[in-house]
């Protein structure tokens, strides 16, 4: 109800999506709905192009947005959800341009190094988020 208008107002017709090897994401079901919006170019343990389960995580949100989020996020007392869900919003609006644009330049870095290992896990040093 969401994805498919916000892809097709935004002219996004020809992207691929990744998903983990986590069960509700490889169920039937959501391995359908997700085929129909990104027919031939869906990345997954089971589809267009294989993406095995705990591989090294190469986008931003994943080796940096989230690490930094929970650092931030979890230094807090947090005692409803909607607390939990002001404060991301809160620390996504604080992120300074500057840390953005440094995790976004690393991904080609990212991507050599990945090449480097042969598609293997990257050396940790690389994972720290800022």
């Given at each position: 109800d969401f994805v498919r208008p916000e892809l097709?107002?935004?002219q996004l017709n020809n992207i691929w999506f990744q998903q983990d090897g986590a069960t509700p994401h490889t169920a039937l079901q959501s391995r359908a709905v997700l085929?129909?919006?990104?027919?031939?170019?869906?990345?997954?343990?089971?589809?267009?192009?294989?993406?095995?389960?705990?591989?090294?995580?190469?986008?931003?949100?994943d080796y940096f947005l989230l690490g930094y989020l929970e650092e931030k996020v979890f230094s807090q007392q947090l005692h409803t959800i909607e607390e939990l869900k002001d404060a991301i919003r809160h620390e996504i609006n604080a992120i300074p341009l500057e840390m953005t644009r440094r995790a976004m330049e690393a991904?080609?870095?990212?991507l050599q190094k990945c090449i480097?290992?042969?598609?293997?896990?990257?050396?940790?040093?690389?994972?720290?988020?800022h």
């Amino acid at each position: 109800d969401f994805v498919r208008p916000e892809l097709q107002a935004r002219q996004l017709n020809n992207i691929w999506f990744q998903q983990d090897g986590a069960t509700p994401h490889t169920a039937l079901q959501s391995r359908a709905v997700l085929q129909r919006l990104f027919p031939n170019r869906l990345m997954s343990r089971f589809r267009d192009l294989t993406w095995p389960s705990r591989s090294p995580d190469l986008t931003a949100p994943d080796y940096f947005l989230l690490g930094y989020l929970e650092e931030k996020v979890f230094s807090q007392q947090l005692h409803t959800i909607e607390e939990l869900k002001d404060a991301i919003r809160h620390e996504i609006n604080a992120i300074p341009l500057e840390m953005t644009r440094r995790a976004m330049e690393a991904f080609p870095r990212r991507l050599q190094k990945c090449i480097d290992a042969n598609g293997g896990h990257l050396n940790d040093v690389i994972f720290k988020n800022h």
